[in-house]
């Protein structure tokens, strides 16, 4: 795809421009251990990667994903605690738990310095607004998808349907950027756009901005 042709710019959240500021097992276990539960972060680590696939169905329905954070939570750690699952839900939501990829303000910058527009497309729970706000990432956007408000995740072509309305493009001018090869890009192409995977395709946002705004 030539980067004259393009015209809007998505990209993923978490895993492309977001990512945890600390390991999140680690965090599980520190906050566990706070609460009196005897855990540690090799424990937590597979369990929680088994939890995250195995409850997504407890997502439907719910923007908050409460009940999908707090299983989540129960299963990695081994306690139904009611305050440890509230207590982790409101550490995410802050800022503080997240760190904002390298460079990745100044490509969005730049490419909607060259007149095109920028949206981002994400499979997160409804506080992903109030984090996004706090990292004062929100004005960087001319639109924002979050698959809660929506009831459909990424690689459902209801998500990207809706992010291309809202941008009011063409799938044929439209390139999204993800970490995930299913969710993400497959998906994407699946609807007629263009898609490139990070690190794979792109190795990250400082490739990304000369990619599209230098060509």
Known sequence: MSPTAIAALTVDAAGTLLHPALPVADV??????????????????????????????????????????????????????????????????????????????RCIVAVRGRGIKVGLISNWDSRLHDTLAELRLTELFDAVIVSADHGCEKPDARIFGIALAQLRVEPSRWLHVGDDLDADIAGARRVGGHALHMPEDVADFTALEHLVCRG
């Open 28 to 105: 599980y276990a520190q906050h566990a251990a706070r609460l009196g539960v005897v855990t540690s972060a090799d424990a937590v680590g597979p369990k929680l990667r088994d939890a995250l696939r195995r409850h997504r169905g407890l997502r439907v329905g719910d923007p908050s994903w409460r009940a999908y954070w707090g299983a989540v939570v129960a299963t990695a750690t081994g306690s139904r605690a009611g305050a440890l699952a509230e207590e982790l839900y409101e550490h995410y939501r802050g800022g503080d738990a997240w760190r904002i990829a390298t460079a990745a303000v």
